[in-house]
């Protein structure tokens, strides 16, 4: 990866370690030799950074996905809450102006496009095949299942579909997201690529 952009995306706010972040980014040039790559959960554009990167070593564009207000984990009283992010005038959670920050200090503006909306509404218009999807949004079971059936449909053959945050030992963490990569590696529509952490990439056969 690019040794700007790395230090880039090292510098974002997030919480992917450049480990993760790297095998993303590989994920990226894979899938983005077969088409657009597209992730659903943005925050402040730290593993937006990552994709951009691949994506405009492979001349296409990485679309990213949140309505910036928050995941449930994200709001007042929740352990990744933070107030930096909460907009005075109403008291919600607004993680757009961070994300554009981040991919303007990036340079990477012409390549990731934001799209500010619920994950599930966009998947209903979406019909461009993916080259691919990294799944990253909200957290909850009944969520993150809800993001896997709308979007792995769209991921090309011999493109990828990325999970984060997935922890086989409820000690680590949440098991939704190892729930949802279980049902995509059971499939058999998909063939192990990389675990590098709690990310994982699978490739559509
Ligand atoms: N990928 C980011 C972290 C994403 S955190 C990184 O590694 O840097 C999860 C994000 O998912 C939050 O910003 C939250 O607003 C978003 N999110 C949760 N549910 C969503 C939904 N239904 N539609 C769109 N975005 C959602
Ligand atoms: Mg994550």
Redesign the pocket.
Known sequence: MDATLAAAARAAI???PDDEGLALHAAGLLGGAVGPLL??????????VYLGAAARERNTVCFT???????EE?QAGWEHHDTRFVDPRTGRMD?LPWFRRTIEDAGLEDVVVAVI????TVARHWTTPLGLCFI???HALD?AMADYEAWAPKVAPGGVLVF?DVFEDPADGGQAPFEVWSRAAASGEFTPVSTTGSLRVLQRS
């Open positions: 997030g919480f992917m992730e659903i959960g943005t925050y402040c554009g730290k593993s937006a996905v949140d309505h910036h207000r928050g995941s994200n993680t909306a619920d994950s599930p990253d949004g909200g969520v984060h």
